[in-house]
């Protein structure tokens, strides 16, 4: 009798709990039934948007970084050294300066032709001085070399990750060979490169040109401030980097990306009329008071000593980051030359570096054409 009063007096516990459990049931049921299929089915899969979502289709980054420029320009990229002038060409330059620029959106620029880029020519001289300099290698990375023919560019794929094809301005015109010193085709390949420059500035990037007949010793950056919308180096340079007087060498020369310097560069490209039967560089002179009056360009000039040329030379071998050919007219002779300054800087650099630190090691100029 005392199991069957228990039994009976649990009776509403047993059925409370029972309810309970009912209605948690039920309630689980219609929570699940209203439930996404991706939540339900398990663990949503990588790279999925559930439907209804704003968000957009993501995929795993890739090394180069160029997935959003791929996304936006509805296209798969071509490798990096095969950007053309074709319709796709402004989207693969965009993306290819993506993969060139440094941390801080620096890109360096040189250009080249056929005659310039061939086996044993200046750009194979350019590329050795980065090998042979001290910590400058890794600079090679962020060049982007632009080809003004085919030639170029093929031979330009065949040693360099970074390649462009730059069709020259008018039609027809053949800049592929070893174009002489102030000739009408001269003119209008060095001309050429500017408004590629300017786009450059426009898509927000920092440009280092260098001719390609300039070796790099050493770090010239360092001799670059930011204080200056431009800076650049000097055929000759009378000691006050911000004196006016100071005549610029534009085969080295720094842009910040800024607004006041893609105005700057149009106007620049303008000024070419005023000026016909001029290169870029005596035109950029001409100018500069103009660039700084009317457009409020800081324009800061590189010592002659650090960033070099033959029409001011360097002496001091501790001190030269770069050396160019200039005051040098011919590709022959700038390729004879370029050679013995690359030349001379491995036999500094084979000397101890106490031996060096002298100062007493200095330019051999062994059967040099321009130097002096």
């Known amino acids: 009798m005392a199991t069957s009063k228990a039994g009976t007096s649990l009776s509403p516990v047993v059925i409370f709990l029972l309810g309970a ?84 959106r620096t890109v360096i620029m040189t250009s080249v032709n056929e005659a310039w880029a061939a086996p044993g020519s200046l750009l194979d001289s350019f590329l050795e001085s980065f090998r042979v300099g001290e910590n400058v290698s890794h600079f090679v990375k962020h060049i982007v070399v632009v080809a003004m023919d085919d030639g170029a560019f093929r031979r330009c794929q065949a040693v360099h990750p970074h390649c462009h094809l730059l069709r020259p301005e008018k039609e027809g015109l053949d800049l592929s060979g070893a174009k002489s010193y102030m000739t009408k085709d001269y003119l209008d390949l060095v001309w050429s490169k500017l408004k590629l420059q300017q786009r450059i500035l426009e898509l927000g990037y920092n440009l280092l040109f260098t001719d390609v007949d300039v070796a790099w010793f050493r770090n010239p950056l360092v001799h670059i401030t930011m204080a200056a919308d431009i800076t650049t180096s000097s055929d000759f340079y009378f000691g006050n980097p911000d004196d006016l007087g100071n005549f610029p060498n534009t085969g080295f020369i720094y842009f910040k990306a800024t607004p006041r310097n893609a105005r700057a560069m149009a106007y620049w490209h303008a000024a070419r009329r005023r000026f016909p039967e001029n290169h870029d560089q005596f035109v950029f002179n001409e100018i500069k ?45 700038k390729l004879f030359d370029l050679k013995r300054v690359i030349a001379d800087w491995k036999r500094y650099m084979a000397h101890p570096l106490w031996e060096r630190r002298t100062g007493k090691i200095g330019w051999t100029f062994e059967g040099g054409r321009c130097i002096h």
Do not use: W, Y
């Open 289 to 333: 008071r103009e660039l700084a009056g009317k457009l409020g360009v800081r324009i800061r000039f590189i010592d002659a000593a650090d960033v070099s040329g033959f029409c001011q030379l360097g002496r001091d071998l501790n001190r030269v980051a770069t050396v160019h050919m200039t005051c040098c007219i011919g590709l022959e002779n």
């Open 21 to 104: 459990a009912s209605a948690t049931a039920l309630l689980l049921f219609f929570l699940t039934s209203s439930a996404r299929p991706e939540l339900v089915n398990g663990v949503q899969r990588r790279g999925e948007v559930p439907a209804g979502s704003a968000s957009v289709r993501c995929s795993t980054p890739r090394a180069n970084a160029t997935v959003g420029a791929e996304q936006h320009a509805g296209a798969t990229a071509s490798p990096a050294n095969e950007t053309g002038a074709g319709g796709d060409g402004e989207a693969e330059f965009a993306r290819m300066l993506r993969r060139a620029a440094m941390e801080d």
